[in-house]
């Protein structure tokens, strides 16, 4: 970890979604979040993405963090090691948001798996279950 990382607090996490649009009102700074979901149906799992939306507050500091796709057993899975990292400064009132969308997710079956963020190399406590599940398949007639 770089030394400029080290001596600082870490941020609490506030709100981690899943959502299909995300906007900013010029003004006010607040977000809109449209489309919240838990539950993502890709045409192709071995190839799909999420806008995820997530909201910092207090820490000290400057920090990086990233988004982790955990199976139920914890193994790390969905997109290699190659994910862009967020660095961000804490404020000392306020949020940080950080509004990433995640592409070339590539999974190997349906089910439950839990969104995670990593702050620094560590993982934060809190996540967001997300079931992928498999497009239904139409019926001939």
């Not at 600082?8 to 010029?26: G, N, Y």
């Not at 000392?92 to 349906?110: H, L, T």
């Amino acid at each position: 970890m770089p030394k400029s990382l080290s001596k600082s607090t870490p941020p609490r996490l506030a709100l981690l979604a899943c959502c299909d649009h995300v906007a900013r009102d010029p003004n006010s700074k607040k977000l809109t979040l449209y489309g919240v979901y838990d539950t993502v149906i890709p045409v192709d799992k071995t190839n799909f993405g999420l806008l995820v939306v997530a909201r910092f507050f207090g820490g000290t500091g400057e920090h990086e963090m990233t988004f982790r796709l955990h199976n139920t057993a914890g193994t790390r899975v969905g997109w290699d090691e190659n994910n862009p990292k967020a660095k961000f400064k804490c404020k000392k009132q306020g949020f940080v948001d950080i509004v990433a969308n995640i592409s070339k997710i590539s999974i190997n079956r349906d089910g439950w798996f839990e969104l995670c963020v990593e702050c620094d190399g560590e993982l934060l406590t809190h996540s967001y279950p997300i079931r992928i599940q498999q497009q239904p398949q139409k019926k001939l007639r």
